[in-house]
Every structure is written in C-alpha cells, then in structure tokens.
C-alpha cells in the first residue's frame, strides 16, 4: 500500500514536470516605444476581454490573438483569466452578436502578432517569453 | 410613420451592403477583418407533462409547449454582417429567424446599426439595436453565449421587446480598483406581441428610454439597471371581449402610460466557478398589468468540457386597485388577472462543449406554483393545476 502510493506520487510528480514543460512561459508585450512602462493584470483582462481598450498613455489599445493552433492562446487565457478556450469562444460570441466590441485581432503566426505589436502605437500582444526581444517591452508576466 | 422607418432601414441596409461589395479584402494587416459575416444558431427540442398551460421562451411566443416534443419555442438562426469603417466606426446587420409572434418563421432583421468609438472611453450606436432592459438580455437569443438552454422565463418571459429603433452611447471609466461602465439608450419600437391567439398586440411607437450602470472588479460584476416604456397603442382587450372595455372601464387603457423595469444583476465568474443572480421589478401605471417582481440564480461549475448548473428562479405579482364603479369591472379584473404569477422553478441542467463552437445543452425544469400564475403561460390556464416539469434539449453553435 505504502509502496504503490510512492508509486502514484512519483508518477504525479513526473506528471507535474512534464506538464510544466508543456506550459509555455508566456508574456504581455507592446512596443519597447510606446511609453507603456507595465499593466495590471486587471488592464490587460479589460483589454483582450474587449472591456476597456485604452493603454496608460491614453491611446486605444490594439490586441491582438496567437493562432488557435499551438496552445499558447489557451495558455494566455488560462493564465489571465482562468478561463478556457471554449468558455472564451462563448464569451465573444455574446459581445460579437449583441453588436459590441470585437474580439482581438487574430494573428496567423507568432511573427505576425510582433508585426503587429511593432506596427500599431497601440499595439498588445503576447508571446513565448524568449520571442521577446529587446524591440518590445514586456508589461505584464504570469507568476509560475 | 412605420414605413418610413422601414425605408430608411431598408436604405441603411442597402447602403451598407452596398459598400460591402467594395470592401477592402486585400488588406495587409493580419486578420484585420474589414467585413465579417458569421453567424449562430440554436437547434432545440423541449416538452413538457402538461396540455393545457403551455411553456413558453417569452411572451413573444403566441404558443408554447404541450406533452409532445417540439422544436419551436429554443430553435433559431441568425447570420451578421460586421463592415469597418475606418478605424473608429463599423455597421453592423443582423438578421434572425425564429418563432414569432404571428406564428411564423419570418426572418427579422434584429439588429441594424452604425457604430462610432469617438474615444476608447465613448461610443454611440445610432440605428436598430437589441433591448438590454435586463443584464445579458440582448444576447439571450445566443444561446451558444449562455451556459443554460434560454434565460429563465420567469425573469425574462415578460420582456417582449427584442429590439428598437433609435440609439445608445456608452461610455466606461477607471474607478477604484475596478472599471465603471454606462449605458443610455432611448428609441421608438418596431414589434408586435402576441395577446391572445391570433390577436396581436402592435407595439409600434411606443417609446423606450433606458440605462445601466456596470461595475467590474476581480471576478465581479454587478449592475444596475432602469428601463421605461410608454405605450403607444391599448392592449387589444377590446377585440378580446367584443366590448369597448377601454371606454367603460377607463383604468384598462395602457396607452401614453407607462410601465417601468428596475433591475439589478450580479455575476462572479472566478476559475471554473460561474454564479450570476438578478432581482427585478415591474410596475405599470395602468392596472390592465399586475406589478410584478421576479429573481433568479444560476451557479455552474465547470469540469473539463461539461459545466452543470443549478437554478432557482421566482415570480410574484400583485394586482391592482380597480376604483371604477360598474358592471364590466369584474370583466377587467378578469382580464387583469390573466398578467398574475406566483410560481418558481428550479433548473438542473449541464453544457458540454463538444466541439469549438458547439454545445449541447440538457436541462430540466421544475415549475411549482398556484394555478391561477398565468402571466407567463400560453394556452389553456384554466385547467392548470400550477405544476408543470420541462424537459430540454439544444445544440447551440456559433460560426
């Protein structure tokens, strides 16, 4: 008994490192020029949830999604919010019909959401913290 | 007055199409979403153990359910076009077909409207918008939106109004910790509202004016809204009694008063951990309508891609004083009586997400109360013994 419960903790710690592994480090960023020094984790929810888009500076805030495919949207989303992907889905889809604020651009690839980031004053995005190159700053990180 | 409102919509429409045939869709920017058309939809199928009240979604639905499986009162499909224009401002289009208040399927054209973001703080919408009298009521035909089948009836049966003509403006600021948000809106209504089968209610003209406050902070939301209507036309009760009821009982007129939603609505939503709850009241200023008050509460828990949910919801009216001194007021009072409830339902259902964008719902509802609770009901209450079980089933997607 004693032994297959070593077992069964052994396995869920090897469990645990691996999906720490699977977890990417993910990261809020906006032009290293924009004048955002950082965000609260309550702005970029205002933001990316279409609640309120303005940034510190005072210009409107430009979000922009990683691709559905890859895992680091649902990560984001996890980590900001708690929230799932098809929970996200349900919650655009009640502010996208009731003909309110839409949901964030959606990027095709990881390089497109820095294009963005890099191209819009009041661009936001989020990245693999090792995307995060010195062009951006990053304004807000997930605590392990 | 209605036909010319319809050609300006009918203009609107066709501009707005019109400059949807030029769109840029050559755009550089990544997904940037110049016109948009997608859509949603609810397949559903309910019934209930009872053949004389019969359930219904809201009040715009002329019949509801009886003891045999039906798809009419959750089914419907709606499609939107979203056009930017330029940076700040977009039009938007929708149109939705469901069960309506003549009995067919007739698609509506729901929502029509030209939106300008004058600052990240400020926005008007000028046009066909949804009512939101009520917390999440201008998404309760999304039923993909929703975690249960349809908002609980008893709180939003008697809500007849789906859209109007006009406009809104809203506007949010920091406060606190949290973010504040509100809400104007006034306009004309378009719709017509089943009274009793087949005479209709036309509603056209009347006018509504309305507001909320949000508050978020954290997990919390909380509002509190107010929303006015003043009639524009009598309820059609002289039809009803072949009787010019209006003129000899005068207190049964409705027109040019006014009946007044106050509501207030609070959600937390934290993790896998969703509860929201709304308590509302109803007066009229013409006894023709009981006061009302209602409430409910929902809380659901998600586990992986099934979140079940549990329900509670109430309604309770109280009739008013006829002081009009005649043989026809025991008439009226009758009449009157028909807008009473005193009942509650408890809801047990769950949501599974099966696909992305798709879910399927089941549920069950437990209506209990006094058989003279009429006000949300359809069909024969005579006979109605107050008690009535519902069984539901729906597909909700979004595309």
Redesign the interface.
Known sequence: MTELSRHLSILGLLALLCWGDVLADVVVVVDAKSGVERLSQ?EVI?IFLG????LPTG???LP?DQP?AGGLRAEFYRKLA??????I???W???????KT?PP????SAS??L??VL?NPGGVGYLERSQADARVRIVLSFSP | MKTMRNRCLGVFIFLLGSSLCHAETGNT?????GFLL?G?GTFGVARSDSNSAEYVRDLSQPKGLTKSWSSKIDTLF?V?A?LKLGAQS?G?V?LISRYRYDGSYRPEVS?A?L?H?F???FQV?IGR??T?FYM?A??RL?G???LTVRPPPDFYGPLVFSYFDGFDTGW?T?LG???L?AKFYAGISPESSPFVSPITWNLNGSRLIGGHLDY?L?PWQLRIASADVKFNSELPIDALANLPLTTLVPETRVKNTHARFDSVGVVYD???LQVQGMLGRIRYDSVAYEDSRAGFVIASY?LG?FSPYLGYSKTRSSPGTFTTVGPFTGLAQTLASATHTNHHTITVGSRW?VY??V?LKIQFDAIRGKPDSAFTFRGDIVQWDGSMNVMSLALDF?F
């Open positions: 309550e205002n609640r309120y888009r303005k210009i409107t805030a922009i559905q708690d929230k799932d992907v098809s929970e889905n349900a919650y889809a009640r502010l996208y019909f009731s003909g839409r651009l959606q990027a095709n497109e959401v294009a963005h191209g | 920017a990544p997904a940037s979403d997608k949603f709606g939107q979203n977009e938007v929708q929502w409207f939106r973001d600052t990240p703080d919408r918008l949804g939101e999440l201008d998404s999304v993909y939106s929703n949010s920091d910790a949290g973010l948000r978020f954290g934290k993790g896998p998600r891609q997400d992305q964008n879910a979004a």
